[in-house]
Each structure stands twice: as structure tokens, then as C-alpha cells.
């Protein structure tokens, strides 16, 4: 063996680049540190853990420390933490049980992820009051709810957190509050998803307060009550989930180009400024397939798609990591919703495009067929090109139809293209002229009549 390949970080990308590079080099010395005990885990799973719908956190680990070590040779060296990294001799320092000793790279990945953020509100460290990031986040919320048996919570953030955990407490018999200083909740997916969520939010009797700031908490040892506007509402248990930071301070300090986003800059192969040096996951930005520009966009696909490109990379086949469009889904009880690429006019406009769009609602199957829901389409598309430059998808049935609208995106397809796809018919699953193509039917005419 020779020739070090070192990862920083035991997650989706960390884990994805060790395991390619294992398949594409048999030989390759491969280094894993990962500063907790949990590796290779669905974080995205860690809401249904506390509803109640995943039994145990072990369920959402995918690979388990000893199957890395074992079948697939992988060193993985889990409460091992990475302090420092020195670019020109190819060394980082790793910490362990008091210990400090230095590890050589040949090449190394930073896949540190990303951290929760946590405003400075009075009375954040109260016992109650949580984050919900990591496995023993989840952990200790359920913990929480077990023995201490709450009757309400305050969600502060109405985006995906805060609406997944709010069905995730709702579960519980926990009547639930969601702060939200913005005008609507899960901002990236446009103002047309969002009511239909938040109404549907109210249906099941969760408390929306939004274009709401919260100045903090109250109590003695343990929360009794969130404070909004100098009124204390009393609650007995809170989750602040207002989103995430990347991890870059270890780059940062190393000399590592931080980029225009706040994560680290790379390049289209997930290279740093250091050419064998290489980020991923939640720490590293991406560049939007629609802006063409930088973006940090979190999510799991984009993590696990650039570890494995970079782990095809640093063993001899480079590998583009990919552009991203922001696609994801949400659930919330009963409905979810769905986004891609850019909705809001503003950030359009400043992209230099001339933004046009289309709200409809259509069914989901067939008419006459049981099961058929309304699916509220927001199509966005470039009036100087007629480019499909995003959309939002919102109800009770269908979301994954935005992967339609994605791979659009990344085709730069038009809305006349878009509108004419030879896509699938049954009445069991969709109607005739599928929701989207009739969006893009009705905003291919809007653009042409104002063209």
C-alpha cells in the first residue's frame, strides 16, 4: 500500500469517496476520520426516529463501522478528530482520547459537513431545548419526550426541520407552534407551495405564527416558555431548527479558498485551490445548473454523488461531481412539497433572467379514478429564452414529479420542449396531460403571448 488517500469526516461523502476509491483501487491506503461514533447514516431519517415510524437510530445507519473495516478495507477511525491540516507538508493532526499525533495524505477529502445554527437566544441552553442535526440530537429528543412527557412544543423555523418535526411531535399527542420570521414557511419552495403546506399545517391543528422573531426562552433548569414580542407563551419543550452552516473553519485556517457562499470553493472535480486536496458533502459549494453560478445547496444526493466522483477521481478517472438544481421533497403530515431549480423572482432577475411564471392545479390520476388529488403546479421559466428555469410542486399525492421538471434543468429544455415530452399515461397514475406538462402548456402560451 501507498500513497494515502485521507477523509476527513464518516458521512455521506467521506464514506461514499472511501468506497469507490476501495472498488477503483484495491491496494490504495485509505484513512477515514471521523470525529463522533456514528458514520455512513440517513440524518434525513432522524425526524421519522422520533415520530415513532423508524424503530431504532441503528436503523438508519446504512453501513456500520465494522462492515467499512471489514469488507470493505477501509482504516475508519471513528472519535478520531481532525485539528489541523498543513497543505504544504500533507499532514493533518488528528486528536483522540488525549492523544495528538499526525497522519501523511497524498490526497486528501474534507467532507466535515455542516453544523446547526444556533441563534444567540436567551435561554438556549435550558434543558428542552434542542437542535436536531446529528444522531444524538434525535436521541436525546426522544429521551426527552419519554420521560419528561410534554404537552406542547415551540418549532422556531418553519423550514424542513421544523416542519418535519412538527409531525414528528404531533405524533405524540404534542401540540405544536411553529415561529416563523419570514412571511412563509419553507422558503426555497416559493410562496405557492408554501400556503398550500401552511394550510394544510393548520388542518392538523399545528399553530403557525409567522413574520415572527423569537427573543428566546424561559425558565429555571428546564423550558417553560418561548418569548415573542415580550409575551411569554408557555411551552414545555422546543426544537430550534432554523438551518445549517458548512463546517469550513478547519479550511479556512489551513489556507483552503473559502467561497463566495461561506463553503469551500472547488472546482467542477471537487478540487480546492490545493490541487490534491478536495471537499464534499454540506462543507464544499456546487455550482447551479441554472445560474451557472455557486451555490450550497445541502443535501444528501448532491454529499454522496461528490464522494463518489471524488473517489473515481483521486484513483486515476476523473470525474465530474456534478451541477446541482436544489431538487428536494418535504413531507408534512398528509401533503408535501417539492422544489427545483429557482423560484424566487428576485434571485432570477439578479441571474440576469426575465422570469415568467404559471400557477395551475391539476389531478394526480385520472378523474374518474379513486385516489385522484389536486397537485398545485408553479412553473418558472426565462421570457427572453423560454428556458425552464424552475418550479414547485405542492399537495397530497405526485411530488416526485419534479424530478421531471429537474431533468429539464438539466437539459436546458424549453417550455415548448417540456410541454411536448412523451411522458407516461394511466389513469391508476396520472391523467391524460400530465400536471406538468399542462403548466408548461399554459406558460409556453404566456410566453408566447408576450413574446
Known sequence: MGDPFVIIGGDAAGMSAASKARREDPDRDIVVFERGEWV??????????????????????????????????????TEHEVVGIDPDSQRVTVTTNGERFEQPYD??????????????????????????????????????????????????????????????????????????MLP???????????????????DQTVDLHLETSVDGFTGKEVVDGIVVDEETIPVEMAIVGVGVA?????????????????????????????????AAGDCAQSRHVVTGEPAHVPLALTANRAGRAIGQTVTGTPTTVGDIAGTAIVKAFEYGAARTGILDEQRARDAEFEPVSVEISAPTRAHYYPGAEELTVNLVADQRTNRVIGASLAGPDGLKR????????????????????DLAY??????????????????????????
Open 40 to 77: 455512513s447514516y440517513a440524518a434525513c431519517g432522524m425526524p421519522y426516529y422520533v415520530k415513532g415510524d423508524v424503530e431504532t437510530l441503528d436503523d438508519l445507519v446504512q453501513v456500520t463501522p465494522a462492515e467499512f473495516r471489514t469488507e470493505r478495507d477501509i482504516d475508519l477511525r
Open 107 to 180: 490526497t486528501l477529502l474534507i467532507a466535515t459537513g455542516a453544523h446547526a445554527i444556533e441563534p444567540p437566544l436567551d435561554g438556549r441552553d435550558l434543558d428542552g431545548v434542542y437542535t436536531i442535526h446529528a444522531m444524538d440530537d434525535a436521541d436525546a429528543i426522544q429521551d426527552y419526550i419519554d420521560e419528561m412527557e410534554p404537552e406542547s412544543a415551540a418549532i422556531v423555523g418553519g423550514g424542513y426541520v421544523g416542519v418535519e418535526m412538527a409531525e414528528a411531535l404531533d405524533a405524540h399527542g404534542i401540540d405544536v407552534s411553529v415561529f416563523e
Open 184 to 202: 412563509h414557511i419553507l422558503q426555497p419552495f416559493g410562496e405557492s407551495a408554501a400556503t398550500v403546506i401552511e394550510d394544510h399545517l393548520r
Open 246 to 278: 458548512p463546517n469550513v473553519e478547519l479550511a479556512q485556517q489551513a489556507g483552503i479558498e473559502i467561497g463566495e457562499t461561506g463553503a469551500i470553493a472547488t472546482d467542477e472535480f471537487g478540487r480546492t485551490n490545493y490541487e490534491n486536496v478536495f
Open 402 to 421: 419534479i424530478d421531471t421538471v429537474a431533468t429539464a434543468l438539466h437539459g436546458e429544455m424549453t417550455v415548448a420542449t417540456l410541454e411536448t415530452l
Open 426 to 451: 394511466a389513469p391508476p397514475y396520472s391523467p391524460v396531460w400530465d400536471p406538468v406538462a399542462t403548466a408548461a402548456r399554459v406558460l409556453n402560451g404566456r410566453v408566447e403571448r408576450t413574446e
